[in-house]
């Protein structure tokens, strides 16, 4: 069965650059969540998009911004990156009622290393 | 302020014995609870999930226990396995669509041979 891809695997950037993170979620899921996972930290959720709108927000600091696009896949921009941005971005994705009944699947997430 | 707490970081346990791991909530408005399993590097993957409306449920090897009026739950897994050894994640959603999870910091499991 097709899960959630998240691209890329890896990335390396230097400070003050941009990065993009892109999330395609299982077909059908109209759902998609964004969380960060720090060294040794629990996931954080950064942000959500419900049929390409935002749905709701967390802790994203105002260098980051997301959307979703149109075939519901979602990218994840972040610009002047600090080195504290370094962490595991998970995507997840949903159908619109949520993690009940209709499951709630991670991506294996993109690891970003800020040097 | 943690409103999910997983408050012993490591538990190591013998294959063929139960495992037991417990999850602490605050806030009243969860509804619904789930566990997720994580391998280093790899997204967590879902386990089991139980809603506030049940006090147990059970899939094969784990169950999980709610128990509402202390704001606790637990996994238990039997018998344990040594693949089983991974980090465990307890994460909480209220009510409505489109729920972000909220997640404990996590406790890991080694199962020795």
């Known amino acids: 069965a097709a899960g959630v891809i998240q691209s890329p695997r890896h990335l390396i950037k230097e400070k003050r650059e941009t990065a993009t993170l892109k999330c395609y979620p299982i077909?059908?899921?109209?759902?998609v969540y964004w969380y960060q996972q720090g060294p040794g930290q629990d996931p954080q959720f950064l942000i959500s998009?419900?049929?390409?709108?935002?749905?709701d927000k967390g802790s994203i600091p105002d260098r980051f911004s997301a959307q979703q696009f149109s075939d519901y896949h979602s990218e994840l921009n972040m610009s002047s990156l600090e080195l504290g941005d370094s962490a595991l971005y998970f995507c997840?994705?949903?159908?619109?009622?949520?993690?009940?009944?209709?499951?709630?699947?991670f991506g294996s997430g993109t690891r970003l290393t800020v040097v | 302020d943690q409103q999910v707490k997983q408050n012993s970081p490591s538990l190591s346990v013998q294959e063929g014995r139960i495992s037991i791991l417990n999850c602490d909530y605050t806030?009243?408005?969860?509804?619904?609870f789930l566990w997720y399993k994580k391998y280093p590097a790899e997204g967590p993957t879902f386990l089991i999930s139980?809603?506030?409306?049940?006090d147990k449920n059970e899939d094969g090897r784990f169950t999980v226990f709610l128990n509402k009026s202390a704001k606790h739950l637990s996994l238990h897994i039997v018998p344990s396995q040594p693949g089983d050894s991974a980090v465990y994640f307890c994460?909480?959603?209220?009510?409505?669509?489109?729920?972000?999870?909220?997640f404990g910091k996590g406790i890991t499991l080694s199962v020795r041979p």
């Open positions: 997840a994705s949903s159908l619109g009622t949520g993690p009940g009944p209709y499951g709630y699947t």
């Open positions: 077909p059908r899921h109209d759902t």
């Open positions: 998009f419900y049929e390409k709108m935002q749905s």
């Open positions: 806030n009243s408005m969860f509804d619904y």
């Open positions: 139980i809603s506030s409306i049940k």
């Open positions: 994460a909480a959603t209220g009510r409505g669509a489109n729920s972000k999870l909220t």
